[in-house]
């Protein structure tokens, strides 16, 4: 479904990514863990287009990506939200979902200046489509006319979550979906996202810090360090890996230090 | 406790003239530019022609500078490319319909938007406002030039076709206003429904994050390019509207002054909101006059007197602008804005 093959990507001496290989499967929600400063970020910016990798490819639906510009990668359906929220500030929640379904919509300069006719009606029906599959699903009602920079920041991820599924994306790359959220707020997340799995048969990539959601939805589990994939496999197998735990006792030890 | 709009389905909610005060003042303003040509004296309509042609490329403007926060300061260019397009083609074919010529001319300022918006790609800000300094610099030199002049007048000006419309020549301001007016609202128009759907949502979405636009799909090189294009080609509409108003042009009415004025414009009034290049435009083409009017009154139609007020009058102009900028830094808009949110809440709260 979306693969990535021997993927570099450095920033001056930083290797971010170094000759990373990991697949994610159709219809499976995939987890990336690993220490601060490993890469999960990263990989996602080379499978979204943010950074060109400097060696290696991007495979989606057997389709070399490695080149493309973002806006294409979005028309293919690749959808995702980022770490440190990028909404668009001085717009309303609304208008920032709707804007998630832009490579989906069709009118162009003249259908939008002229607006009744083709733009109206594709208007009238995304606000139907989005107000059922998303607004509703959300759970965002209320907050659908509130401009997003009065929002508190549990709301403003949800938001983000929701343009990135405005898209009906086949793949959606979640950062940190759930990062500064409080129990409660993580655990309706993480309905939404199994809940996405389960009715559109989405294809989900999972950074996150929060491990216990992160064993308790994934189907499969990527540990990085350093750039490199040092574990993968069921959330199980992936606790018991003795590699695994010594990249995150390391790294703490390191903090504690 | 302030009642809030009630809709009953979300058609509705698309709508743009979401209340009846809105679609009031609509109506009104529309009546009122109808009566405008028949208790206006030929200066008044003078102005008023003037002010409608520069709301047309105020407003094409805003679509790049206050929509899609792309910054010009060459669009005086694109003006002068559709005044210049227009006498060109009047040459050949003298009584082209005037719909004709205005479609021409936008081609052309589009197509040369299109040019001078390629640096948009790669610079923004201050950086791309000196990379646009140049169309100034480059479409008047050309202007300018001794083998052309048999098509553009050069350095020393050429007169102006005039409008036939139907076999009617256009001679009067009165029979002019009927050409420009109707063009000007069509043309705000259609710049303002740009921003209810796909469209103009996208350039909104550039000004405020481009790298978050671009991953949601919007093609950057696209979006800027299209709205460089659709700036200059309300500049050149403008520029065609210009030649037909006035008897002559001279290379001087575009450069860099205008530029700068068509920035004044949409500054003055409230960049990115659809009224602001109305409102604008009025105030920095009126401002003027109303102070030679008072000039004229104070200096008791002394001529040496006038003299003297002239440069006064420029520094009130001025100064006016600073205060302006410092008491209603996001434009005339914002005053529009409270007195609606007035109206609106009235019978409930202040
Ligand atoms: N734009 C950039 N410029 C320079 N270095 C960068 C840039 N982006 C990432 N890096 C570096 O690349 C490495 C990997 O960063 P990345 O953001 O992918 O980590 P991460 O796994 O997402 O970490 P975290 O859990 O803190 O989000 C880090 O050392 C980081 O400092
Ligand atoms: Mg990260």
């Keep these: ?257 | 406790m302030i009642i809030g709009e009630y809709k009953t389905d979300y058609g509705q909610d698309e709508g743009i003239w979401n209340t009846w005060a809105k679609k009031l003042g609509f109506v009104v303003a529309l009546l009122l530019l109808l009566l405008i040509p028949f208790i206006g004296n030929d200066y008044q309509l003078l102005m008023a022609g003037q002010i409608a042609i520069f709301v047309i490329a105020v407003v094409g403007l805003n679509v790049l500078v206050g929509y899609t926060g792309l910054m010009s300061l060459g669009h005086g260019a694109f003006f002068a490319l559709g005044a210049y397009t227009t006498v060109a083609l009047h040459q050949f074919f003298p009584h082209l319909f005037p719909l004709i010529t205005l479609i021409i001319s936008m081609v052309v300022a589009g197509f040369f938007g299109f040019l001078f918006g390629l640096p948009s790609l790669r610079v923004k800000g201050l950086y791309l406002a000196v990379a646009t300094l140049s169309a100034n610099f480059i479409v008047l030199f050309f202007i300018r030039q001794d083998w052309l002049e048999h098509l553009t007048g050069g350095r020393g000006g050429i007169e102006t076709p005039n409008a036939y419309f139907f076999g009617t020549e256009l001679i009067t301001n009165q029979q002019k206003y009927f050409l420009i007016v109707p063009i000007a609202i069509v043309m705000f128009l259609f710049a303002q429904n740009l921003f209810r759907s796909r469209f103009g949502r996208a350039l909104i979405a550039i000004r405020d994050n481009d790298h978050s636009a671009e991953i949601l799909g919007i093609s950057l090189f696209n979006y800027k390019l299209k709205s460089f294009v659709i700036s200059a080609a309300y500049c050149g509409a403008a520029g065609t509207l210009w030649a037909y108003f006035f008897p002559a042009i001279l290379p001087e009415d575009f450069g860099l002054n205008m530029s700068i004025t068509l920035l004044i414009c949409l500054v003055a009034g409230g960049m990115g909101r659809s009224l602001g290049p109305i409102f604008g435009t009025i105030l920095i083409l009126m401002v003027p006059e109303l102070l030679k009017m008072g000039a004229f009154y104070f200096s008791e139609g002394n001529a040496s007197a006038q003299i003297y007020f002239s440069p006064i009058r420029d520094i009130v102009f001025g100064l006016m602008i600073i205060g302006f900028l410092i008491f209603e830094p996001m434009g005339l808009v914002s005053i529009w804005d409270r007195f609606w949110r007035f109206i609106n809440r009235w019978p409930f709260a202040k």
């Design chain 1, 1 to 257: 479904m979306l693969s990535v093959q021997e993927a570099s990507l450095s920033f001056g001496g930083i290797h971010a990514l170094s000759e990373l290989t990991f697949e994610a499967k159709q219809g499976e929600i995939t987890a990336i863990i690993g220490p601060n400063g490993a890469g999960k970020t990263s990989l996602f910016n080379i499978i979204s287009g943010f950074y060109k990798p400097q060696a290696g490819r991007v495979f989606f639906q057997d389709q070399d990506i490695t080149h493309a510009r973002p806006d294409k990668r979005a028309a293919l359906g690749i959808a995702r939200t980022f770490q440190n929220i990028a909404l668009f500030r001085g717009m309303t929640v609304l208008e920032n979902i709707k804007l998630g379904s832009h490579s989906r919509l069709k009118s162009g300069l003249f259908d939008s200046g002229i607006y009744y006719g083709a733009a109206r009606r594709e208007e009238i029906a995304l606000r139907n489509e989005l107000e059922r599959d998303v607004i509703d699903f959300l759970e965002l009602d209320h907050i659908r006319n509130l401009h997003v920079a009065t929002l508190p920041y549990g709301l403003q991820k949800r938001v983000e979550l929701a343009r990135a599924l405005a898209l009906q994306p086949k793949v959606l790359l979640l950062d940190e979906p759930v990062a500064g959220m409080n129990r409660e707020e993580t655990e309706d997340i993480a309905r939404f996202i199994l809940d996405i799995q389960e009715r559109w048969n989405t294809t989900i990539l999972l950074v996150e810090h929060d491990m216990s959601m992160v064993m308790d939805i994934s189907d499969q589990v990527i540990v990085l360090n350093f750039g490199k994939q040092i574990a993968s496999g069921t959330p199980k197998d992936v606790q018991n890996n003795p590699a695994v735990i010594e990249a995150y006792l390391g790294t703490s030890a390191k903090g504690a230090a």
